[in-house]
Each structure stands twice: as structure tokens, then as C-alpha cells.
């Protein structure tokens, strides 16, 4: 605990050595500071307000510190004071103006650290009433008088009004409280002044209400303006006018007096005591005149409004007929329609055109009569009569341009069957423009050009190509016979019809290596656009613009990949798409593949043939009786699908040839190979037993019973199954003889077998 004292005590004996920077008067923060006002913020006027401003100091040591307060209005130091007390801050408003309404901030200085409260707004309402004093009462007409205007009590910038019977008649801007105002009355009676004023606080003013009323009586001058005008009976154009502009009793007092005459805008002349003016009448210029005398601040007129009597009408200018083509010939008539009689004959009026060069030629009185100008042209026609002389108002005349002869054209694409338009055009004419379509001299429709963007089309379709030519236009602007145009002349596309594919070389003659030509054929207008597809790819083939209707997609050197369903489709700017019926394509095996084949077959069956005879004359040393049965015998248990039959004759025994078969029910004559065989049929070995065919050639009895006997020997032919080794195998399975007795004329068996000679048998057996 002691080490803390004396470690706190050496602290703060370090703030009072001589030299540190650091004085203890001078530690210090300023905590906070507000402004307040009292006794509210919105306040009547008169009311005493202060502003307060308190600010918490925190400081260490017992020396006061130097605060620097500062006051400020709407950003403007309005107070400014240096204290060296804690004391609040107090500024005081005694009996508020309005123009102390604003914002108010309070700012502290100490020694350079300063701070700045919120704002705070005073409102205080309630203006003063303006007095108004003039310093006379009764005046003359031009005397001048001053008027004074004061805001008791105000302070700020001013603006001050003052009013006529309610009228403004003057204002004035100042920065104090009353104003002065230099004030003339031009006419005599009673006039009723007062004044008001408005606060400027920006960015808002406040406006006082009016003060008092002060009544001036103004006295009116002797002195009078005199306007006189003759003739002042009925005055016709063409009278002359004699104007006169004086001043009665004329003041001496005033240094200066200005008279002037005027007619209506226009001033006529100018002068001091008396002006005088003369002109002649005319109907179009304004009927009032003024006389007005100018005295300093007085002035005094006089006015007249004088009637003149037209000699006649200003002209009107029409054309006949109302509407006129290039070079044909129209009628201008000029005409006033009325005219004063009693002062004006019939043969004083004259007309005139203008320009002169019209080429117009006159055919009596305002009449004119020519061929109208290949362009527009600007007509105006002058009438006059005692010196008068009127312009009638511009006739343009625009003469129209004959239609020339129509054109008639297809736009786009004709289509047979289906409907196209027809545009029917001239290159000049004015509109509007009737165009008529006609098929041969029948007219169909007709259409009103009536502006330069719009055309004359028509909807229409035929049936045949020579059709088209039928149709012509006709234009019309005018009543008088219309041009007629050509017949049309446009192509006709006519749609396509149903393609034809066909197919070189023909169906089904398409072997490998071969050329493939496809040719797509349609009728209808080229150019057509062929497309040749293979089903199943949704992409073309192949794609040509042709301008014949058919061509053709080839394809050199087939193969079995190029075999599919082929089709084709056509389109021309009928814009419809057809098809061909699809044509499928088979790609056979080539030539040689066939002849190789073939070979292979034909060496497979002399092979098996060589083995047959071979198998033959190994057993020719075999005897076998004869005998007229046929034995059918089961064969060998480990080939049941084979039989083996015997035919027997007493006579000669002849040896078949031998062939292995795949069971049974298939035989194989070594007289007759067969004349296709399938290589690889040819080139297998059975592995069933093999069966031999034995031919023996004997007699035979004649059986009653049967048809008629055959002449001759008959041919008996015995299937001998081999066994797996070679031997023959007798089984006790039983056994199933056939006899035939054929007689001596040739004929068919009930098998279907039939012998046309034995000269393709085979050498009997001895």
C-alpha cells in the first residue's frame, strides 16, 4: 500500500516540475454542450426570449479556464462572448421580432478545443401595423406628393407596397423599418392610398396586414385635348379626310406639353399646340382615331371613331371547272359582290389580273378565259375604281396530271390454283386514281389510289397457265376515256406433282460393284430443287437445283452397305414439297462370288461321286441273290432315322452307287448330280452311317392281279445300311419285303420316280 502512495505521489509531483510541457491548468474535456430557449420556441411577437447555453467541462486543478462562446443564427454570428466562469451562457431577445425567427446554434472555444450544441428553431409570429403618411391632402392633376410608410418596432429587410383603391401603384425594397415614395395622380378625383410591408427571413417572408387609409382629393387641369375630323357625315372610300389635333386653354405652368395623333397602332403625326393631318378614306384602316396631350406626369386625350362606306367589295377570284388538267382550258371570273351605286358606276370598276404574263385573255368584264400551265400557277385579281384598288386573296390553280398508261404486274410468284396479286401502276397522273382489273373486257374490282404510299393490288388465281394473259388494268382521274395497259405478261409456276423415282439399272438386277442411278422425275414449272433421301437418315442424300424436272443422285460401285429403302422430294417456288413412293434396293452378291461359289459346289459333288464308284467296284466281287422282295430292315441301333431296303431279282445283279446321306429320308442318284448345290452342303460329312444302293436288274413274274406287265427287265434298287465300321449288322428287329410286278410298258411309280431310259444307269454287276 505504501509502495502505491508513493508510486502516485511521484506521478503527479512530475505535472509541477519547471519545463513540462504539460501544465496542470490545462488538462481538460468538454464533455457536452446544449442550447435551449426559453421560455419555448414558438413565440407572439413582443414576447422576451433568451438563449441558453450550457456546456459540462471536466477539468483538473483549481484555475478557471478561458470559454469562448459564440451565438449563431441561420450560420451568422449574431453574439459573441469570453468567460471565465461555468456559468451558463445567457442571450437575450427582448420583445421578439419576427425577424428573429431562424436557427440557433451556440459554439464553444477553450483553448483551442472546440464544440457545437444541436440546433434549435425560433419561431415568433405577429407583425406590426404599417402607418402611412402623405404630406398633402388636396392636389392638382400632375403635382407630386410624398407618401412615408413605416413598420413600428421591425428589424431585417423590408419590402413595402403601396396601393390605389387596392390597385399596386408602387414598391420598394430596404433594410430598415420605413420607406418613402414619390406618388402622381394623371387624373382628377378622390384616391384612397395605403401601404403594407413584407419580412424577409430566409428562406421565408411574412407579410403584414395594411396599414391605415389616407384619402387624396386630386383637382383636374383646365387644359383639354381637341380632336376634329371632316367630313363628319357618311364618308365613303375615297373621301378625303381632314384630321385636326389641338390643346384648349393651355397652361402656361408647364414647361413642356406634347400633342400626338394616332390611328389605332399607327402614329400620324406630332406636335406641340396644334397638329393637322389628311388622307383618304379607306375601309380597311381602323375608324379610331386619338388626340392626346402630354403635360409632365398629366395627360389629356381626346378620341373619335369615324365609319367609312365601302365603293365595293374586296374581289373574290374562282376557276371553272374546279379542277382543270394540263393544257385543257378553264375560266377565271373576278367579281366584287357589292358596291356603293349611289357613288360608284358599274364602268368605273375594273379587273385585272396579276400577275400580267398569266396568258390569260380577258372575255369581259372580270372574266378570263386560256389553257391551263403544265405546273402550279398563282392567280390574283386587282379590282379598282377612284383611286381604290383591292386584291382579291391567291387562287392556285394546280392543274392535274393525266394518268398515263397503267403497267400490270404479279407480285412475287403466280401459282397455279392458288391465288396471287396483281399490281396495277402508272408513273404519273394526280390522284386520286381509279385502277379496274379486267379478265378479258369483264371487270372484277376496282381500287381508289388516294395517296402517294398506297397501291392498287388485286387478289385473283387461275385454273390454267394460259389464263394469266387474260387479265389487263385500266387508271382513271377523269371523266374522259382511260388508258387501258397491256395483258399480263408474267410466268405461271405450276405446282409439282406426285415424283417418280426410278431406278437403273431395273429392280432387282443390282449386284455388287454396279453403278446405282436414282432419277427423281415431276411435272410442273423449274426450276425444282431435289432432294434424295435414305429412310432412316433424316439428312439428304443429296440436294440439286435443276431447271429440267428431273435428274438423277448415282452411286458408283455398290456394295451391300448401299442396300435400303430409297425416296426422293421435290419442291419448285410453288413452294410445295412432294414425294416419291420409297423403292427398296437389294445389292445381290457379284458375278464372281456366284462362279466361285458354284466351283466350290460342282468339285464337292465330283468328290463325293469318285468316292461312290470307288465304294462300288470294292465290291464287286460280292454275289447276292436274287430275288424278287423288297426287304426293309431296321437299321443299326445308333442310327434309327435309317432303313435299309433290298430289291431282288433271279437274274442279274447290278451295283448302285453308293452315297452318305444325313438320314434316310434323302437319296442321292450318282446317274444325276444335282444342278445346285450349297457349298457348304457339298462340303459336309455326314456323321450318321452311311447307306448304300444296290441295283439289281432281273425278271420278274407276271402277277395277274396287277396292271398290265412291262416288257423287259425291271430295275430294282436296295439301300444297304452300313454300319459305323463297315460291316453290315444283322438284327433280329424284323423285316418288311416289297414286291413290284411291273409290266412291259414303261411307267411312273406311286413315289413319283420316274425312269425315262437306262442308258444313264449304272454297268451291271456281273
Known amino acids: 500500500m505504501g509502495l502505491l502512495l508513493l508510486l502516485t505521489s511521484t506521478l503527479l509531483s512530475s505535472y509541477y516540475l519547471p519545463g513540462s510541457e504539460v501544465n496542470a491548468q490545462r488538462l481538460f474535456t468538454i464533455r457536452n454542450i446544449t442550447l435551449s430557449i426559453e421560455p419555448r420556441n414558438d413565440v407572439t411577437r413582443d414576447t422576451n426570449v433568451t438563449l441558453r447555453c450550457k456546456a459540462t467541462v471536466s477539468s483538473f486543478g483549481q484555475e478557471a479556464l478561458s470559454r469562448e462562446y459564440t451565438i449563431y443564427k441561420d450560420s451568422n454570428t449574431v453574439y459573441t462572448k469570453t468567460s471565465s466562469t461555468s456559468e451558463d451562457l445567457l442571450y437575450p431577445l427582448s420583445e421578439a421580432r419576427v425577424s428573429n425567427t431562424g436557427k440557433y446554434t451556440c459554439k464553444l472555444n477553450i483553448e483551442g478545443k472546440q464544440i457545437t450544441s444541436g440546433a434549435k428553431k425560433l419561431s415568433v409570429t405577429g407583425l406590426s401595423k404599417p402607418v402611412l403618411h402623405l404630406n398633402k391632402g388636396v392636389v392638382t392633376e400632375g403635382e407630386e406628393i410624398t407618401a412615408k410608410c413605416t413598420a413600428p418596432g421591425e428589424t431585417g429587410s423590408f419590402y413595402f407596397y403601396f396601393y390605389e383603391d387596392s390597385t399596386e401603384i408602387l414598391d420598394k425594397q430596404v433594410n430598415s423599418n420605413q420607406a418613402e415614395a414619390k406618388l402622381h395622380f394623371s387624373r382628377a378625383g378622390i384616391h384612397r392610398i395605403h401601404c403594407a410591408y413584407t419580412v424577409l427571413i430566409t428562406p421565408d417572408s411574412f407579410k403584414s396586414e395594411g396599414s391605415n387609409t389616407v384619402t387624396v382629393s386630386v383637382r383636374e387641369l383646365p387644359v383639354n385635348a381637341v380632336l376634329e375630323i371632316f367630313p363628319q357625315s357618311k364618308i365613303y372610300e375615297g373621301d378625303q379626310l381632314f384630321i385636326s389635333c389641338s390643346v384648349r386653354n393651355a397652361l402656361h405652368t408647364f414647361k413642356s406639353s406634347h400633342l400626338y395623333l394616332s390611328r389605332g397602332n399607327q402614329l400620324l403625326s406630332r406636335g406641340d399646340t396644334k397638329v393637322n393631318h389628311s388622307s383618304v378614306a379607306l375601309a380597311k384602316d381602323p375608324g379610331e382615331f386619338e388626340c392626346r396631350l402630354e403635360m409632365g406626369e398629366v395627360v389629356k386625350f381626346d378620341t373619335k371613331t369615324i365609319s367609312v362606306t365601302e365603293l365595293f367589295s374586296v374581289p373574290t377570284l374562282t376557276m371553272s371547272p374546279a379542277e382543270v388538267f394540263q393544257r385543257e382550258y378553264m375560266t377565271l371570273t373576278c367579281k366584287s359582290e357589292s358596291s356603293a351605286s349611289e357613288r360608284l358606276d358599274r364602268e368605273e370598276l375594273t379587273y385585272t389580273l396579276d400577275p400580267p404574263g398569266s396568258l390569260l385573255i380577258s372575255k369581259g368584264t372580270g372574266i378570263f378565259s386560256g389553257s391551263a400551265f403544265l405546273y402550279d400557277f398563282n392567280y390574283t385579281c386587282v379590282a379598282q375604281a377612284k383611286g381604290i384598288v383591292k386584291h382579291s386573296e391567291t387562287l392556285t390553280v394546280?392543274?392535274?396530271?393525266?394518268?398515263?398508261?397503267?403497267?400490270?404486274?404479279?407480285?412475287?410468284?403466280?401459282?397455279?390454283?392458288?391465288?396471287?396479286?396483281?399490281?396495277?401502276?402508272?408513273?404519273?397522273?394526280?390522284?386520286?386514281?381509279?385502277?379496274?382489273?379486267?379478265?378479258?373486257?369483264?371487270?372484277?374490282?376496282?381500287s381508289i389510289v388516294k395517296q402517294r404510299v398506297q397501291q392498287a393490288l388485286f387478289t385473283v388465281s387461275i385454273n390454267k397457265p394460259d389464263e394469266i394473259s387474260k387479265f389487263m388494268c385500266e387508271a382513271k382521274n377523269r371523266n374522259k376515256e382511260a388508258p387501258l395497259s397491256k395483258r399480263l405478261n408474267a410466268t405461271v409456276i405450276v405446282p409439282l406433282t406426285h415424283p417418280i423415282l426410278t431406278v437403273i439399272p431395273d429392280l432387282p438386277e443390282i449386284s455388287e460393284g454396279d453403278d446405282l442411278f436414282l432419277i427423281c422425275g415431276v411435272k410442273g414449272s423449274p426450276p425444282v430443287t431435289f432432294k434424295w433421301y435414305r429412310v432412316g437418315n433424316e439428312q439428304p442424300l443429296y440436294t440439286t437445283k435443276s431447271h429440267k424436272n428431273n435428274t438423277d443422285y448415282q452411286v458408283h460401285s455398290l456394295s451391300k452397305e448401299h442396300s435400303g429403302v430409297y425416296y426422293c422430294e421435290a419442291v419448285n417456288h410453288a413452294n410445295n414439297v412432294v414425294s416419291s413412293d420409297h423403292v427398296t434396293i437389294e445389292v445381290r452378291l457379284a458375278l464372281w462370288k456366284k462362279v466361285v461359289i458354284g466351283g466350290f459346289c460342282l468339285l464337292a459333288v465330283s468328290v463325293l461321286v469318285v468316292v461312290c464308284v470307288l465304294c462300288f467296284r470294292s465290291k464287286r466281287g460280292k454275289s447276292t441273290e436274287a430275288a424278287a422282295e423288297l426287304s426293309v430292315k431296321p437299321a443299326s441301333p445308333k442310327s434309327d432315322d435309317s432303313l435299309t431296303v433290298t430289291l431282288t431279282h433271279d437274274t442279274e445283279v447290278y451295283n448302285a452307287a453308293t452315297v452318305r446321306v444325313s438320314g434316310a429320308a434323302v437319296s442321292v442318284w450318282s446317274e444325276r448330280p444335282p444342278e445346285e448345290a450349297n457349298d457348304e452342303e457339298s462340303s459336309m460329312v455326314s456323321n450318321e452311317p452311311d447307306v448304300e444302293y444296290t441295283e439289281v436288274v432281273h425278271p420278274r413274274p407276271v402277277d395277274p392281279a396287277r396292271v398290265p406287265l412291262r416288257k423287259g427287265t425291271d430295275t430294282v434298287y436296295s439301300e444297304l445300311q452300313n454300319s459305323p465300321h463297315g460291316a453290315a449288322d444283322h438284327h433280329d428287329y424284323g423285316s418288311v419285303e416289297y414286291a413290284e410286278l411291273n409290266s412291259e410298258q414303261p411307267e411312273i411309280n406311286s413315289y413319283g420316280l420316274e425312269v425315262n431310259n437306262h442308258q444313264d444307269l449304272p454297268v451291271p454287276v456281273d
Open 398 to 446: 394546280r392543274p392535274k396530271v393525266p394518268v398515263s398508261t397503267p403497267k400490270i404486274s404479279v407480285v412475287d410468284r403466280a401459282v397455279l390454283g392458288q391465288t396471287f396479286m396483281i399490281l396495277c401502276e402508272s408513273e404519273l397522273g394526280s390522284l386520286p386514281i381509279n385502277y379496274t382489273l379486267l379478265k378479258g373486257f369483264d371487270q372484277l374490282n376496282t
